[in-house]
């Protein structure tokens, strides 16, 4: 069997640090570098950090139709093996898809806590089973390319902090299978809140087109046995609240949480 190589980029994240380990999950067709300079920042801090590459992500978009959503909650539920094999405690968390990852993994596992960005939990209207149906049969791949001004931006930043110029390292082509998947995680995410013991730190944007702010609404009426809940609505930030305008908030919000369980 032939392997996709990995995308210049894609590559996982992983530093070393105190007894507190924190696992940060990338999002649906993504990589680990959507969630790098919140990895890095976290490092900073002193935590081992671990960014894993979800399966079927990072590589080539055909792979992402051979996998199903089980296959990336085994990526997620192993990340957090990997640390908790090193540290004391575990905090999993992630951004969208990897947000809805993290709370199901929660749910399950030991985790210190979770700290979930822009998680999807409410159905799409334009992801009814007909059409997701109607997709595979006739258009088994989409274009997704990201032409718009946030890309710009991810590009600047990425000159300015002296690194590769990539820019966002992602698919441009999705896979109809793949969006179905991610309609079950999202299912199972909503599902999972109520056995959810530990703190959750919940970050959203009113500026998201993506996950508005009422899946917000619906995690904090799922957690039920959460030992504490913590929830921000940010005012600009876009779907990518990890490379945003206001990606240095997100970042301040998180090191405090994850200060708060050391």
């Not at 992630?94 to 939990?121: E, F, H, N, Q, R």
């Not at 970050?203 to 996950?211: F, I, L, N, P, R």
Request: aromatic share 8%; proline share 6%; glycine share 8%.
């Amino acid at each position: 069997m032939v392997h996709s190589p990995i995308m210049p980029g894609a590559e996982p994240f992983f530093a070393r640090g105190g007894p507190l380990g924190v696992v940060l999950m990338h999002g649906f067709t993504a990589s680990p570098h959507e969630v790098l300079w919140w990895a890095q920042h976290l490092a900073g801090d002193g935590y081992t950090v671990y960014a894993p590459r979800l399966a079927g992500h990072g590589t080539n978009p055909r792979d992402m139709a051979r996998v199903r959503w089980q296959d990336w909650h085994a990526s997620a539920v192993d990340a957090y093996h990997v640390l908790a094999r090193q540290c004391e405690r575990v905090v999993v968390g992630g951004l969208s898809m990897g947000a809805a990852l993290s709370l199901i993994t929660a749910a399950s596992c030991d985790a210190a806590g979770v700290m979930a960005l822009a998680a999807p939990l409410v159905p799409f209207p334009n992801l009814s089973p007909r059409r997701l149906w109607f997709a595979k049969l006739f258009r088994p791949y989409t274009d997704q390319t990201d032409r718009g001004p946030f890309a710009e931006r991810v590009l600047a930043q990425q000159k300015e902090r002296g690194e590769r110029v990539l820019g966002r390292v992602r698919y441009g082509m999705w896979s109809s299978v793949a969006v179905e998947q991610l309609t079950y995680v999202m299912a199972s995410a909503l599902a999972s809140l109520p056995d959810i013991t530990a703190p959750v730190l919940a970050v959203y944007s009113k500026g998201d087109e993506t996950v508005r702010p009422h899946h917000l609404d619906a995690l904090k009426s799922g957690l039920s046995r959460s030992t504490r809940v913590e929830t921000h609505l940010l005012e600009t930030s876009g779907h990518i609240l990890t490379q945003d305008v206001e990606q240095e908030t997100v970042f301040a919000l998180t090191s405090a949480f994850a200060a708060s369980l050391s």
